[in-house]
């Protein structure tokens, strides 16, 4: 069977010893872009390599990017093979948030063609709940060939989602909390609000308080009434560097509606061109 959004923890449980299962921990802070390797070095789950946000899952920082650009796609082909993942792998991939981070590798990996991708439900915190061991011995990795088949329709550009939302073609949705959204709370880029005609769903609502993923029904629905008629393919998900917006991406695929897209770039792109409007709490356009 092929996981392609979530998987247990009982079930990667079964499969430790699966050579055709690759555990990667994507664990990451935005506070401190150490904390999430130290974590691992302290204890992953047994087997696990280590994708760090910054260095493995983007490219550096321009002035006319976001926090988080796209990386470069062959060099990430390149470290996947490093990593022993092939065409053929179940790539399974875990951060200690809920998804937050994990997210952003699985959706790139279904950008390079390869749909063998699950978030591991609950992560490190839910898998330590069940008992089941870490440790801080390293893995012993085979390389092995990914052949990347990039599909370039899964994201937008600025100027994309500009045209989409004035031909009001897309449905866009920003996955960052409700105070950001409203521009009343702005704790990582220096302009506050959100891009006009988006809607809101904070990706946390995607969860329970156990960080658990909602069940499939609960999300469908939820969805459904916050996209109305609009198809699942017309809709765009941003937060604010790309990364959180895969999770609601995620949690549609986990849902049964498929097709939706992301505005990689995301706020903190947008944000980069005075040109382009903003809307804040107060609705009033900048």
């Known amino acids: 069977m092929d996981y ?54 983007s490219s550096a920082i321009t002035d006319f990017t976001g926090r988080h650009p796209l990386p470069d796609f062959t060099l990430l082909a390149k470290k996947l093979g490093a990593w022993g993942v092939n065409n053929d792998t179940q790539v399974i991939v875990y951060d200690d948030a809920s998804g937050a981070f994990a997210g952003r590798l699985w959706w790139l990996l279904r950008c390079l063609g390869h749909d063998k991708v699950a978030v591991l439900d609950g992560g490190i915190k839910h898998w330590q709940k069940q008992s089941f061991s870490i440790t801080t011995t390293l893995p012993t990795i085979k390389p092995n060939t990914f052949r990347p088949y990039l599909n370039t329709n899964s994201w937008l550009k600025a100027s994309q989602v500009q045209n989409s939302l004035a031909q009001k073609t897309i449905c866009l949705i920003d996955a960052r909390t409700p105070e950001r959204y409203r521009g009343e709370q702005e704790p990582i880029d220096p302009v506050a609000g959100h ?15 156990k960080g658990l993923f909602l069940p499939t029904d609960s999300l469908h629905s939820q969805f459904k009434k916050l996209i109305g008629t609009t198809e699942p393919e017309q809709v765009v998900h941003y937060c604010g560097s790309g990364v959180t917006a895969c999770h609601n991406l995620l949690a549609m695929e986990h849902a049964g509606l498929s097709g939706s897209k992301i505005y990689a770039g995301s706020w903190s792109e947008w944000i980069k061109d005075k040109n382009r409007t903003i809307v804040t709490d107060n609705a009033k356009n900048k």
């Open 4 to 57: 392609t959004t979530l998987v247990s923890a009982a079930t990667l449980y079964q499969q430790l010893n699966n050579p055709k299962w690759v555990v990667v921990d994507c664990r990451f802070s935005l506070a401190d872009n150490d904390a999430g390797s130290h974590a691992y070095r302290h204890g992953h789950i047994p087997d696990a390599r280590y994708a760090h946000l910054n260095n493995d899952l």
């Open 195 to 209: 891009i006009p005609g988006a809607l809101n769903r904070a990706f946390q609502l995607n969860v329970d308080n």
